[in-house]
Every structure is written in structure tokens, then in C-alpha cells.
Nanobody, 122 residues
């Protein structure tokens, strides 16, 4: 499956933004989908993920209450709604897909999009 993330931009603290991840090649409904991010000079970290049906999600503590993930399997697209953005949310955001069992570990995800840059100024 090929993934294409989009929607990044330059924001101010407190703004909101919605990222999209469009899949092609295979039905997205087969995959657990996750969003990860990598800030300059830091390792890639888990942000949030959603099960194949959309019935289960999990997120990192630093985004709980601010970020939500959703999916539209009919459109083969996953979304990341980011609210109350902070400067520390500045990073390259990647969407990723994995089959089978649940995981929040980047190493377990098989397919990756190219990343979309989110920059939040104070």
C-alpha cells in the first residue's frame, strides 16, 4: 500500500490543523493506521493510532485531549485532527500502516508515507 500524507503548514500556538493520509494500492480497511512524528534532532515518536474498523484508538499522553484520529475506509483515507497546537508539536508528521496485531512501535509499521511538515510558532 502506498501512503500520501498532506495538510501540513505553518501555524501559531493555539491553532488547529487537519492532516490527511490517502492510501492507494490496497484497501485501507486491512490496516491499523498510525501517525508518528519526528522533530529536528529527535527520534521518531508515536502520536496516535486507529484500528482497522476505527473502533479503537490510542494516543501518546502528550496529545491526549488535543489530537484525534479518524478514518474513512470508503475513501481510503485517515485523518489527524490537531487542536490547541503548541510549538513543541513542530515536526514532520508521518502516517504509517501495519497489518495484524496492534502496536504503537514504529518498527512494527510496514508502510510509510513521505511525511508532512507542521510548524507551530509561539
Amino acid at each position: 500500500v502506498q501512503l500520501q500524507a498532506s495538510g501540513g503548514g505553518l501555524l501559531q500556538a493555539g491553532d488547529f490543523l487537519k492532516l490527511s493520509c490517502a492510501a492507494s494500492g490496497r484497501a485501507l480497511s486491512n490496516y491499523i493506521m498510525g501517525w508518528f512524528r519526528q522533530a529536528p534532532g529527535k527520534e521518531r515518536e508515536f502520536v496516535i493510532a486507529i484500528s482497522q474498523s476505527g473502533g479503537y484508538t490510542d494516543s501518546a499522553d502528550f496529545v491526549k485531549g488535543r489530537f484525534t484520529i479518524s478514518r474513512d475506509n470508503g475513501k481510503n483515507t485517515v485523518y489527524l485532527q490537531m487542536n490547541s497546537l503548541k510549538p513543541e508539536d513542530t515536526a514532520l508528521y508521518y502516517c504509517a500502516a501495519k497489518g495484524c496485531t496492534w502496536s504503537v512501535r514504529a518498527q512494527r509499521y510496514e508502510y510509510w508515507g513521505q511525511g508532512t511538515l507542521v510548524t507551530v510558532s509561539s
